[in-house]
C-alpha cells in the first residue's frame, strides 16, 4: 500500500514506520494518523513482522504535536469525534496491539508526539529529545489518552506537574521519571531500539502477545486472572512445547 506522509521499512522480523512530514516537524493530521493506523493493521496480519518501532523522520522531531490548523475552528462535537476517532483508531490499537511498539523518540514529542510515544509498549529517546505536553497554553487539555498514560507511568503528582504547567523535560528527565527506558545519542537511537526489536522477535511470538495482553490490564481488576488464564492457555500451544523441548535439550528455540 501506497502512503503520503510515512515510510515503512522491513528489516527481518522488524518493521519501523517511520513519520515523514518533516517541514512540519512530523506533526500529526488527520491523513498521518489513519496512514499509521492501516499500516498497524497491515503488520499486524503479517507473520514476518514480529516488532514494529514508530519514529520521525530528521532529527529534530518524533511528532511536535498534533497539526493545530486542522481543528483550530472545532467546536465541542467535533472535537470530542476528534479525540474519540483518534483514540479509537490509533493510539488504543498500539497499546492492544498483539505485536510490540517500540517509540525511537528522536527530538521533540509534544502533545499528540508525546500520547503516541506512550501509547507504545516501550520507549527509547535520543539525548536531545524533548517531552511535554503543552496543551493547556491552548485552553486545552490532552485529548489522545494523555491523562490517563502518563499519571500510569510516572505517577499522578509528577503527570500534573508536566500537565499544569506545560513545560517540556529533558529525555534524561525522562528516564528519571520512567517515561522513557533509555537514551541514546541521536545518531545510535535507531540502531539501539532495532538491537532490542531483534531480541524480543527471538523470544515467542504468541507468549509476548499474551504478555502485553496480561500487562496492559496490570492495574485493573481483571489483571491477575488475565495471567492466570494466558499461563494456562500457553501450555497448549507449540510455541511452549518448542520453548520447553529447547532448553531441555540445550539448544536455541525456533519460534
Known amino acids: 500500500m501506497a502512503y503520503e506522509n510515512i515510510l515503512i521499512n522491513n528489516e527481518e522480523k522488524t518493521a519501523v514506520i517511520t513519520i515523514n512530514r518533516p517541514q512540519s516537524l512530523n506533526a500529526l493530521n488527520a ?3 489513519s496512514e499509521i493506523s492501516s499500516a498497524l493493521d497491515e503488520l499486524q496480519n503479517d507473520a514476518e513482522t514480529r516488532v514494529i518501532i514508530i519514529t520521525g523522520s530528521g532529527e529534530k522531531s518524533f511528532v511536535a504535536g498534533a497539526d493545530i490548523k486542522e481543528f483550530s475552528d472545532f467546536n ?7 479525540a474519540r476517532t483518534g483514540q479509537n483508531n490509533l493510539f488504543n490499537k498500539i497499546e492492544n496491539l498483539n505485536k ?10 509534544l502533545g499528540g508526539g508525546l ?17 511535554g505536553l503543552p496543551e ?4 486545552l487539555i490532552p485529548g489522545y489518552g494523555g491523562t490517563q498514560r502518563l499519571p500510569k507511568l510516572v505517577g499522578k503528582g509528577i503527570a500534573n506537574e508536566m500537565i499544569f504547567s506545560a513545560k517540556m523535560i ?3 528527565k525522562a528516564k528519571e521519571i520512567g517515561l522513557v527506558n533509555e537514551v541514546f545519542p541521536i545518531e545510535e537511537l535507531l540502531a539501539k531500539t532495532k538491537e532490542l526489536a531483534s531480541t524480543i522477535a527471538r523470544n515467542s511470538p504468541m507468549a509476548v502477545s499474551k504478555a ?12 491477575f486472572e488475565t495471567e492466570i488464564v494466558s499461563f494456562g492457555e500457553l501450555f497448549d500451544m507449540d510455541d511452549k512445547k518448542e520453548g520447553v523441548s529447547a532448553f ?4 536455541k528455540p525456533n519460534f
Request: charge should be negative; charged fraction near 25%; aromatic fraction near 4%.
Open 31 to 33: 491523513l498521518t494518523i
Open 76 to 82: 465541542q462535537e467535533k472535537a470530542e469525534e476528534l
Open 115 to 131: 500520547e503516541l510515544a506512550m501509547s507504545c509498549h516501550i520507549r527509547y529517546a535520543s539525548d536531545n529529545a524533548k517531552l
Open 170 to 172: 529533558s529525555a534524561q
Open 100 to 109: 510490540p511498539v517500540i517509540a525511537a523518540v528522536n527530538g521533540f514529542a
Open 212 to 223: 502485553i495482553k496480561a500487562t496492559n490490564l496490570s492495574d485493573t481488576e481483571r489483571g
Open 248 to 251: 531441555l535439550e540445550k539448544r
Open 136 to 139: 493547556v497554553t491552548l485552553g
